[in-house]
């Protein structure tokens, strides 16, 4: 029942913010996208890429994991460490992150309880962190086009798994926008409509137009 005498403009405190999220990215490495076969590679890529753009853009924390990176899977993707260039990058040897104690260091260090969260393979090295976060209390946002399994299956049916255990679904663009909330929020105006046109694809392509056509200032 609403009570219409408490009902004002405000938003809801389910909502992403640059004070209450901590984005986390899981191996994102060679070898796990050797065998990523849900979706295009180069989309996924993209999509990483434009989440910590994102991430940067509004000063949110980003924690950086790799697993056997010198044995086996290889460096971190490079263009997600160039958005990042002095973060340190934990590597580990467990398939479940959340079972490395400084990656969970890592992520209590910031205080955030909202955990955005990406990753190869989804119904591993996604899956497994993010019920192990949530029976720990932690509120876990999965960025789906950032992520990729071995199959359409797989990434599908981890999603699922993920989503009855509690998770959010999200996509990368709606984590920037929802971030941002408000295009009269100047100081991040200008770099959140260059992440869109960079990334965002026909959307991004549609801010250009209206920038270069209508008005400079044109967004949404």
């Not at 009570?3 to 992403?16: C, H, K, Q, R, T």
């Not at 086996?72 to 002095?86: C, H, K, N, R, T």
Request: charged share 15%.
């Amino acid at each position: 029942m609403v009570g219409i005498n408490e009902v004002s403009a405000v938003p809801s405190p389910d909502l992403l913010t640059p004070d209450n999220a901590v984005v986390l990215f899981v191996d994102h490495q060679p070898q796990m996208f050797f065998g990523t076969g849900s979706g295009d590679r180069n989309s996924i890529i993209n999509a990483t890429v434009g989440l910590a753009k994102a991430a940067k853009v509004f000063d949110v924390p980003a924690v950086l994991t790799t697993v056997a990176a010198e044995s086996f899977s290889g460096p971190i993707l490079p263009q997600l460490a160039e958005v990042f260039p002095d973060a340190e990058i934990i590597d580990r040897t467990s398939m479940n992150a959340w079972e490395d104690p400084a990656l969970v260091e890592a992520v209590k260090a910031t205080g955030r309880t909202k955990v955005v969260i990406a990753g190869l393979w989804t119904e591993v090295c996604l899956v497994l962190p993010v019920l192990s976060m949530l029976a720990q209390g932690y509120e876990v946002y999965v960025v789906s086009d950032a992520s990729g399994g071995v199959t359409p299956q797989a990434h599908e049916h981890a999603l699922q798994r993920m989503i009855q255990g509690g998770a959010v679904p999200v996509t990368w663009v709606q984590v920037l926008l929802e971030l941002q909330r408000d295009w009269a929020r100047t100081e991040t105006y200008g770099p959140v409509t260059e992440v869109v046109k960079e990334h965002a694809g026909a959307y991004g392509l549609g801010v250009f137009y209206a920038q270069s056509m209508i008005n400079p200032h044109a967004a949404g």
